[in-house]
C-alpha cells in the first residue's frame, strides 16, 4: 500500500508562483515514475508533468518553461514548482506514483488563478 498527501494549493495571482508538494509513503517505497496531473471543471485529466527514477522529466507543451518538476528520494517527495501562473492553470492537481505494487493517486489539491 502506497498513501500520497498532497499539499501547497492555494488561491493566486495571475504572474505568481506556488510550489506543491507531494509526500509518498508505504513499506519499500520505490517509484519507477512520480507525476503531477491536473483537472479542470469539464476537462479530462491531464498530464502535468511526470519525473522518472533515473532523472528525466517530461512536461505537457502548456507549462514548459513554466513549471518543473523535481523530487527529493530520502524523503519521499515529489514537487511541482508553478511560475508565471495563469488563469488557464486554474485545476485540481493530482499527484501520482508508479511502483512494483502498482499506480496510486492523491487526493488532489486546488489550484486557482485568478485576480
Known amino acids: 500500500q502506497v498513501q500520497l498527501v498532497e499539499s501547497g494549493g492555494g488561491l493566486v495571482q495571475p504572474g505568481g508562483s506556488l510550489r506543491l508538494s507531494c509526500v509518498a509513503s508505504?513499506?519499500?517505497?520505490?517509484?519507477?515514475?512520480m507525476g503531477w496531473y491536473r483537472q479542470a471543471p469539464g476537462n479530462q485529466r491531464e498530464l502535468v508533468a511526470t519525473?522518472?527514477?533515473?532523472?528525466?522529466?517530461n512536461y505537457a507543451d502548456s507549462v514548459k518553461g513554466r513549471f518543473t518538476i523535481s523530487r527529493d528520494s530520502a524523503k519521499n517527495t515529489v514537487y511541482l514548482q508553478m511560475n508565471s501562473l495563469k488563469p488557464e492553470d486554474t485545476a485540481v492537481y493530482y499527484c501520482?506514483?508508479?511502483?512494483?505494487?502498482?499506480?496510486?493517486w492523491g487526493q488532489g489539491t486546488q489550484v486557482t488563478v485568478s485576480s
Open positions: 501520482s506514483v508508479v511502483t512494483a505494487l502498482g499506480r496510486f
Open positions: 508505504g513499506s519499500s517505497f520505490s517509484p519507477t515514475l
Open positions: 519525473i522518472q527514477s533515473g532523472g528525466t522529466t
